[in-house]
């Protein structure tokens, strides 16, 4: 990397090269610190140089390092207001989390629910506040009936739901169409089971 920053943040372990490269070409002092992602969950990083390396695999613990030839320091952990201090820009940054929608369908059908119907404008209201240019839909199924025919009808819905949200002003290529038919249950059963919460679309806005 060219200019060196005083101090590196990791987000679960996915700014885990950057902040190795930071540490790697830099002299001066590097914080890295772990943080939960937007889902809440904790990866883990290695943070190492020429003098040594620790492992982080808690969230809001930092490491220190003073340069190549200080090994890093053990991890401390950091309170929410000094990575709030430390790390804003970083923060401010970061990307949204994913808003995630599940709509519910009647059973053998492409219909959606009634209670669904009524979160379809809050699709669109999210898709437009943020300018999405990335929107998933995907159909699912309860496990009633053949692979090949809960594959057909996941795929009806996912593409009712895409077809709804094109005739309400989102672009057809913005919309990344997928099917589970009954493969990826929400609610884990057996088959031939009805479980109405299987029975759906979920709508991932990024």
């Given at each position: 990397m060219g200019r060196c920053s005083p101090y590196a943040f990791a987000?679960?372990?996915?700014?885990?090269?950057?902040?190795?490269?930071?540490?790697?070409?830099?002299?001066?002092?590097?914080?890295?610190v772990l943080v939960s992602d937007p889902d809440g969950k904790t990866g883990a990083v290695t943070v190492s140089n020429d003098a040594g390396r620790v492992d982080i695999d808690?969230?809001?613990?930092?490491?220190?390092?003073?340069?190549?030839?200080?090994?890093p320091k053990a991890p401390a952990p950091m309170t929410k207001e000094e990575i709030d201090a430390l790390f804003s820009g970083a923060l401010a940054a970061q990307p949204k989390p994913p808003v995630h929608?599940?709509?519910?369908?009647?059973?053998?059908?492409?219909e959606l629910r009634p209670e669904s119907l009524q979160s379809l404008p809050a699709i669109l209201q999210t898709i437009k506040e943020r300018?999405?240019?990335?929107?998933?839909?995907?159909?699912?199924?309860?496990?009633?009936?053949?692979d090949e025919y809960n594959y057909k009808l996941s795929s009806e819905r996912a593409e009712a739901?895409?077809?709804?949200?094109?005739?309400?002003?989102?672009e057809r290529?913005?919309?990344?169409?997928?099917?589970?038919?009954?493969?990826?249950?929400?609610?884990?059963?057996?088959d031939n089971v009805d479980e109405p919460r299987n029975r759906r679309v979920e709508v991932i806005v990024r």
């Amino acid at each position: 990397m060219g200019r060196c920053s005083p101090y590196a943040f990791a987000i679960g372990s996915l700014l885990l090269l950057s902040a190795v490269m930071l540490i790697s070409g830099c002299s001066r002092k590097t914080v890295v610190v772990l943080v939960s992602d937007p889902d809440g969950k904790t990866g883990a990083v290695t943070v190492s140089n020429d003098a040594g390396r620790v492992d982080i695999d808690t969230a809001d613990r930092a490491t220190t390092v003073s340069g190549r030839q200080s090994a890093p320091k053990a991890p401390a952990p950091m309170t929410k207001e000094e990575i709030d201090a430390l790390f804003s820009g970083a923060l401010a940054a970061q990307p949204k989390p994913p808003v995630h929608f599940i709509l519910y369908f009647v059973m053998n059908s492409n219909e959606l629910r009634p209670e669904s119907l009524q979160s379809l404008p809050a699709i669109l209201q999210t898709i437009k506040e943020r300018d999405s240019v990335d929107v998933s839909v995907v159909g699912h199924t309860d496990t009633v009936g053949s692979d090949e025919y809960n594959y057909k009808l996941s795929s009806e819905r996912a593409e009712a739901v895409a077809t709804y949200l094109v005739g309400h002003g989102v672009e057809r290529e913005h919309i990344r169409v997928s099917s589970h038919g009954k493969r990826n249950p929400l609610i884990p059963t057996g088959d031939n089971v009805d479980e109405p919460r299987n029975r759906r679309v979920e709508v991932i806005v990024r």
